[in-house]
């Protein structure tokens, strides 16, 4: 087996490609060592020591690096780590947790509450997430959560490699701001949640 590396825009953070997928729906952000406890592979990543945050996309991991760690060092670690597992086929989430399924954590819950007249809006605005921004994001080793939309601000979070990038305020404010302003004029601002 054979698993690529590719950089991400945030140089603490690496894409891992196993070749194969990753989570049959949805993504997995792991931020804590107690967090990555409900996936064995998360907390074998943690458990080195160097990591600050996991995340499982469809067919990628990202693992972002703590501060002052050196990937020259801990890429062989992690690499070693995911083809263990993979060639194990062990389960990605130890029994009893949510898993892949798509279970909303209390954190995932609206930033905003939201008018009920702005339903086809957030709908246009979801719907450009889906189409256009999403894949644009996983391509860089991340996602994008819709956290709700309130007198005209879009209340976002990046998640996974674009969590903590230097360039995540300019992709908010720049792209998905640009592209949300042009096809739904009642949105004024994309803010980070």
């Not at 993979?86 to 954590?105: M, Y």
């Not at 997430?129 to 939309?149: C, K, N, S």
Request: charged share 20%; aromatic share 8%; with cysteine.
């Amino acid at each position: 087996m054979f698993i690529e590396t590719e950089t991400t825009p945030n140089p603490a953070s690496l894409k891992f490609l196993p070749g194969r997928p990753v989570m049959s729906q949805g993504t997995r952000e792991f931020a804590t060592p107690e967090a990555a406890e409900a996936s064995p592979l998360a907390q074998a990543v943690f458990d080195t020591g160097e990591v600050v945050n996991v995340f499982f996309g469809g067919d990628f991991i990202s693992v972002t690096a703590a501060p002052g760690v050196n990937w020259s060092d801990l890429k062989p670690q992690v690499l070693s780590i995911l083809l263990d597992h993979f060639v194990s086929e062990a389960p990605l989430f130890a029994p009893g947790t949510a898993g892949d399924i798509s279970v909303p954590a209390e954190d995932d819950a609206l930033l905003v509450e939201e008018n009920e007249a702005d339903a086809d809006i957030v709908s246009q605005i979801n719907e450009l997430l889906e189409t256009r921004v999403r894949p644009a994001v996983a391509g860089d080793g991340g996602d994008i959560q819709y956290r709700g939309f309130k007198d005209g601000v879009v209340y976002l979070q990046m998640q996974g490699a674009c969590s903590g990038c230097p360039s995540s305020t300019a992709t908010l404010k720049h792209g998905i701001e640009g592209l949300l302003k042009h096809y739904v004029p009642e949105v004024v601002e994309v803010r980070a949640a």
